[in-house]
């Protein structure tokens, strides 16, 4: 209780200064307009307007707070430009007092931000190993985070589809989040079935993500059960705690999700020790980790390369920069070595969660092609 007192003081705090600080905004432009603001009514307006922006501004699962504290940052940067510009030039004057920087920047990041989201692009890497594979290698598709339903839908998602099953892959791997916890019954059908028509010589393999089973929903859509079967209706085979090997010198390791025991109440999922030891080691070793975590741990017990996603690469700046600076996961985005013999793919996602925007990173696939050290 008195966490949560504290938490909701100080986003008191933030919404006051942020309502103050929007009513100085607001109160600039209108005396350009030579609008009374002393006048009682006037006043009333746009304290209250202030207020419910302010409010607004400390909601972060909103959208509305995202454009709003876009708009009031950038105003704080036209602040410290005002600060050397001459004031005295009248058309300075101008877009200062109409925050007229701040809206236009905003408004190009949104826009940006829209078009990345639905721009999902091809992410290529090529990973080399010392592990005794075949001389052509293996090349691997990498989808997560597609949380259809959410940005991405139908046709779109489709072509999609069919673009990857041209790049001839050999496996694929969903890699977690693929439906989310607003994705209804049919849109999770639907997702699955437009999976299964990429095909490859070793088929499909999905790990967990921590939206997959809707934990966070209160009204699910659909049962792990109807999940599960959809699933494998569609010949994608389910890693979760559990090891598939591919002719003799290529394993793929599945975990179940980090977040499954804190969601779910489920028994504690197996360490990477004991999953690995399940593994000839001379195998080239493909783990699959829906959150890029325990990169430590993989690396000791014998992951060759380590594949995950979740983090959606910030998907709005500076999430992206927090999450590095923090360590809130072990890697935010793109190719980590971790040691010498180990390595680990982020992928940005397909798509994006709750905010029809995305800045910090690009929407996409991921082909990985694993070949053989010369």
Not at 226 to 237: A, F, Q
Not at 347 to 353: C, D, N, P, R, V
Request: hydrophobic fraction near 40%; proline fraction near 2%.
């Amino acid at each position: 209780m008195v966490i949560l007192a504290i938490m909701l003081l100080a986003l008191l705090l933030v919404a006051t200064a942020i309502s103050l600080y929007i009513y100085k905004l607001i109160k600039r432009a209108a005396a350009e307009l030579k609008i009374d603001t002393e006048r009682k009514r006037n006043r009333y307006i746009l304290r209250a307007f202030s207020i419910i922006l302010g409010i607004a501004s400390v909601n972060m699962f909103s959208f509305s707070a995202v454009v709003i504290l876009h708009f009031l940052l950038i105003a704080a940067v036209t602040e410290l430009l005002n600060l050397v510009i001459k004031k005295e030039l009248k058309i300075w004057k101008k877009v200062y007092a109409f925050s007229l920087i701040p809206f236009i920047c905003t408004t190009v990041i949104m826009v940006f931000g829209y078009i990345n989201l639905h721009n999902i692009q091809m992410t290529e890497y090529t990973v080399y190993t010392e592990k005794d594979i075949r001389p052509e290698g293996y090349r691997i598709a990498l989808i997560a985070d597609v949380h259809y339903g959410v940005s991405v839908t139908g046709d779109e998602f489709l072509k999609k589809c069919e673009e990857i099953n041209s790049q001839n892959v050999d496996m694929v791997i969903l890699c977690g989040d693929i439906v989310d916890d607003s994705t209804t019954k049919k849109e999770m059908q639907e997702v699955f079935s437009a999976l299964s028509t990429i095909e490859s010589e070793f088929g499909t393999y999905y790990v967990y993500g921590n939206h997959d089973r809707q934990h966070y929903s209160r009204e699910r859509r659909y049962s792990e059960k109807e999940l599960i079967n959809e699933i494998e209706k569609n010949d994608i085979t389910i890693l979760c705690d559990d090891v598939a090997e591919l002719n003799d010198e290529f394993a793929i390791v599945g975990r179940e999700d980090y977040s499954a025991e804190q969601i779910s109440g489920k028994e504690k999922r197996k360490t990477v020790k004991k999953l690995l030891a399940e593994v000839d080691g001379n195998s080239f070793i493909l783990t699959l980790d829906h959150q890029p975590k325990e990169y430590k741990e993989n690396a000791k017990y014998g992951t060759d390369l380590l594949l995950s996603g979740h983090t959606h690469g910030g998907q709005i700046w500076p999430v992206n920069v927090i999450d590095n600076i923090f360590k809130i996961n072990d890697a935010n985005y793109g190719l980590v070595e971790i040691d010498k013999d180990s390595s680990a793919i982020v992928t940005s996602g397909f798509a994006g969660w709750n905010y029809p925007i995305k800045t910090s990173a690009p929407s996409e696939y991921v082909i990985i092609n694993v070949k053989k050290s010369q």
